[in-house]
Every structure is written in structure tokens, then in C-alpha cells.
């Protein structure tokens, strides 16, 4: 492992809307001979009237009517009454030259579509799609950009054109400048997501990186108003040392990491160093260390190979096809963004691979009344089962809500204790085990069962309208590739 290391990936979704923009795009082009000889002689004799105009040029009445017409549109002329003189726009670019024989440029309408950030409404490249998921934590915009948002679109539109134009490839040779914005529409507003990634250093400090292109891109003010909202978006969690932390090591009978321990202290640092980096120490045949949170990509790696392995019959114990149990931990933090989405989708397709009914089942707390709320935190594709569990009578969460634990039954699991940050509480780190060892298999099944069977078991969460099957009223009914036989001999307390 290297140092600093991730230990969790959380996606803010920045608010951003879509504009359709109908502007006058002065073009690098040289205008019609015609055009540009009326252009300077209108800039010799001021105003003329409509009759010298068509006399002079030998027009008929609908010919001068075009021509006064197209100029008018291009806003190189005004009309008043029976006379026509140059546009502001157009004794403008005669100034700029600093004489009477400027070139002149074709301006031509243009349909445009543009995305705006509602914070400094810096334009964004094409956004394709949706987030892929909508549990992102969502930033918010002032109420003042929301309601003039179609107005600070049209200036920003004028004033950043050339940014726009160089993500344009129909515009990017030839364009240089917006002449007027006729109208402007908004589309859509949705949210662009923004990974942001958590490390240790070797000083066991917290770093944060942003989304490497979105810091390219972002100017300083947009930086600083997502530095400032990730900041506010840590819980205030006021905790003293490490709550169920001695509960998790006694439960699955932790003695390398129990010397870590000294009374309510967890020595986060000198365990990080023997285990992943010098690997001093190392577990017991079996079992294997992992750091962050499951969902990461390197973490899931390691729990897809061992699904597949099992699935496959790679091992000595030939094939083993079940569903996979997801317990997670009591934290804001744990699961938002698009690390978690893909976990997901990859776990997924894994255990339906060759048309399999298998799944993969999600376990959290949700007091009744707040389901809709944890629905929305864990809204992913390809996520259907999601199960809801209860405070039990004067009982908190299991291990005071900080064990994460994943089972494939009988074939493997992994088991993370999230310890707070020294000096950053707010900021939970997951560390702990994966391990095929059987004592440990049973301690999870029990420890799922007991935070989820008998009078604790809540719902399954139904996610759409179109989710028409059948709502089990028992743990036992919604999950029943977990009622195997290692809990026949377990009486009703171990659960309660």
C-alpha cells in the first residue's frame, strides 16, 4: 500500500443548467462585396434616405427592400422612418480600425445549446447524461443565481464566448465574437459530478483531492465554493476514542490488532504501518488486510475475483452460487457518489452472470418515517434489494454504527471497523479483514442476523412504482439465501 492512501471517494453534484441560445456570431469572414461598399458609404454621408439609396445602386423596390432587410438583421444598420444609417455595432468596428476602410465581418445567427455552473456560470463542456446515480451529494446554488439565471446565462454567454467557442468544432476556426443574444431558453438543471478522494499521509494527516479536470477547469471562485460546501458536508460527529471498536475485535477474536488498542485509543498509524506498508505483521493464514471503504475500485476487485472464484468452481470446493449480504455502517458518508454506483453495478452483474437469480443485498438502519430519505441516499442502478432494520428496545446500533461487513455465505466475508480521523472526527477511516476462515463466517451471519432478524427487521425498500413483488414481512422471507444451516443451533437471545 502505498502512501498517502484512499480510504473513501465521495461524489458532490454541482448544479448546472442548460441553455438554448440564439445569438449573432460575427463570423472571420469577409463580408459581400455589396454589403461592405454600402457599409463605408453609409460611414461617408451618414444618413440616407431609402429612395437616394436605391437610385444610386440601380435597385428595384424589392432588391433595396432585401438588401435593407438583411443588413437590419445582421444589426449593421438601424432604420428610422424613410432612412437608413450605420449601427452602433457597425461605427464601432469603423473606430477600432482607426480609420474609413476597415474589414469588416459576416455576422450570422446561431443556434447554440451551453451549460452553465450556477456558481460563477463558468461554461462546461457537454455533460452526457444524468449523474450515473442520483445519491450524489447534491450542492446547493444561491436562491438570487436560480431566479436570474437566464439573465446571468445571456451576459456570460457575451463575456466568455471564446471559451465556448473553443469546445465548439463548427465554431472554432471562424468565430471570434458574439454580436447580440437574440433569446435564451433554459433546457434543464441537473447536477455534475464531482469525485473528491480522501487519503492518509505518513503523518496520518487528511488530504483531499478534487476531480483533477474539474480543478482545470474551474476558476477560483468555483474552486473555493466546492473546497468550502466538501467542508461543510462533513458530519459534526463529536466522538471520544474508538465506540465498539473493542466490541469488533473481541467479536471476531482480533489479537494482532487488539495490541493496537490501549484503553479507548486506537494506534491507527502504527498499525497501518506494520500491516500494509512493511508488513511486519501480517494475519493469520486465511485471512488478508484491507484498508477504505469496499467500494473502492481496487477494494472490489479483490471481493469480485473471490465471487468469481467460487462461482467458477476455481477452487477445491467446487461451485458456490448465492447472493451476497452488504451491511453497511451508520455514516453520511459511506456510499455517496458514483465509486459506490459502479461497486454495485459490477457486483451485480457477477452474481446474474448466465441468467442467475442471485442478488445483491444492501442491510441499513432506517427508523420508520425516514425510509424515503435512505431510499434517496442509496438510489443506484442495478441496486434492488435494499433492506431497512430497526433500533432494537434501549439499543443502539450495532457496534455503535461503525462495522461494515460483506458475506458470501460459507464461501467468504469482510469485516471493516471505521475509526475516526485524530483532529477530524467528522471523517471516518475503514480498516479491518477479508477472511474465509469459518469462525469468522459464523460471527457475521450472526451479527447480520442480529442487526436484522426477528423484531429489528423493518422493510425492503421499494424503489419505483414498477416494483411489484411481493413485500416480505420477515427477514427470513427477504432474504432467505441467508437462513442456512450454521444458525440451527442458535437460540432466539443470540438475535434479539
Given at each position: ?27 472571420d469572414?469577409?463580408?459581400?462585396v ?7 458609404l ?40 424613410d432612412e ?24 450570422e ?27 450524489v ?12 439565471s ?6 456570460a ?8 467557442a ?5 465554431f ?75 466490541e ?124 424515503n ?25 450495532l ?33 479491518g ?64
Amino acid at each position: 500500500m502505498n502512501i498517502p492512501s484512499e480510504f473513501n471517494r465521495v461524489t458532490f453534484g454541482l448544479p448546472i443548467e442548460m441553455f438554448r441560445v440564439d445569438a449573432y456570431i460575427a463570423l472571420d469572414e469577409r463580408l459581400p462585396v455589396v454589403t461592405e461598399f454600402v457599409l463605408r458609404l453609409l460611414r461617408v454621408c451618414g444618413r440616407v434616405p431609402m429612395t437616394a439609396f436605391r437610385e444610386y445602386f440601380g435597385f428595384t423596390d424589392s432588391e433595396a427592400l432585401s438588401v435593407v432587410e438583411s443588413l437590419s438583421r445582421q444589426g449593421l444598420i438601424d432604420l428610422l422612418d424613410d432612412e437608413m444609417q450605420l449601427s452602433l455595432f457597425a461605427i464601432e468596428r469603423f473606430e477600432e480600425a482607426g480609420g474609413d476602410y476597415p474589414r469588416f465581418n459576416k455576422v450570422e445567427l446561431k443556434r447554440d445549446t451551453v451549460t452553465f455552473d450556477l456558481i460563477s456560470f463558468t461554461p462546461l463542456r457537454s455533460v452526457p447524461g444524468e449523474p450515473s446515480s442520483d445519491n450524489v451529494i447534491k450542492l446547493d446554488a444561491a436562491e438570487d443565481a436560480l431566479g436570474s439565471s437566464k439573465e446571468r446565462a445571456r451576459l456570460a454567454y457575451r463575456q466568455r464566448y471564446p471559451e465556448i467557442a473553443s469546445m465548439r468544432d463548427d465554431f472554432r476556426e471562424k468565430s471570434y465574437g458574439v454580436h447580440s443574444v437574440e433569446n435564451i431558453e433554459s433546457k434543464k438543471r441537473s447536477y455534475l459530478p464531482i469525485p473528491v478522494s480522501f487519503y492518509l499521509d505518513q503523518d496520518g494527516q487528511v488530504e483531499r483531492r478534487i476531480d483533477e479536470a474539474f480543478e482545470r477547469a474551474a476558476p477560483p471562485e468555483l474552486s473555493q465554493f466546492v473546497t468550502e460546501q466538501v467542508t461543510a458536508a462533513i458530519p459534526n460527529t463529536i466522538s471520544l476514542g474508538a465506540p465498539g471498536l473493542d466490541e469488533f475485535i473481541e467479536a471476531f477474536d482480533l489479537k494482532l490488532m487488539n495490541q493496537y488498542l490501549t484503553g479507548k485509543k486506537f494506534d491507527l498509524a502504527g498499525y497501518l504501518a506494520d500491516i500494509h506498508v512493511t508488513q511486519n505483521l501480517k494475519y493469520p493464514k486465511g485471512m488478508d488486510a484491507i484498508f477504505g471503504n469496499i467500494y473502492l475500485p481496487e477494494n472490489v476487485e479483490r471481493v469480485l475475483t473471490r465471487i468469481e472464484d467460487r462461482r467458477e468452481g476455481r477452487r477445491r470446493h467446487g461451485k458456490l452460487l448465492t447472493s451476497l449480504a452488504w451491511l453497511v455502517p451508520d455514516y453520511e458518508l459511506w456510499g455517496r457518489g458514483e465509486a459506490f454506483a459502479h461497486s454495485v453495478a459490477k457486483l451485480t452483474n457477477v452474481l446474474c452472470a448466465g441468467g442467475s437469480s442471485d442478488t445483491l443485498c444492501l442491510f441499513t438502519g432506517a427508523e420508520q418515517g425516514q425510509e424515503n430519505e435512505v431510499i434517496s441516499r442509496f438510489r443506484v442502478p442495478q441496486l434492488n434489494d435494499l433492506h431497512f432494520s430497526r433500533s432494537g428496545l434501549n439499543e443502539g446500533p450495532l457496534m455503535a454504527g461503525r462495522v461494515e461487513l460483506m458475506l458470501y455465505p460459507t464461501g467468504f466475508m469482510a469485516a471493516l471497523y471505521h475509526l475516526s480521523v485524530p483532529g477530524n472526527s467528522g471523517l471516518w477511516v475503514p480498516f479491518g479483514f477479508i477472511s474465509t476462515q469459518p469462525k469468522h463466517l459464523n460471527v457475521a451471519h450472526k451479527l447480520i442476523q442480529r442487526m436484522m432478524g426477528r423484531k429489528r427487521y423493518g422493510r425492503r425498500a421499494r424503489f419505483s412504482q414498477r416494483d411489484d413483488r411481493q413485500m416480505p414481512t420477515t427477514f427470513e422471507e427477504g432474504c432467505p439465501f441467508l437462513q442456512y444451516s450454521s444458525l440451527a443451533n442458535q437460540t432466539a437471545e443470540d438475535f434479539d
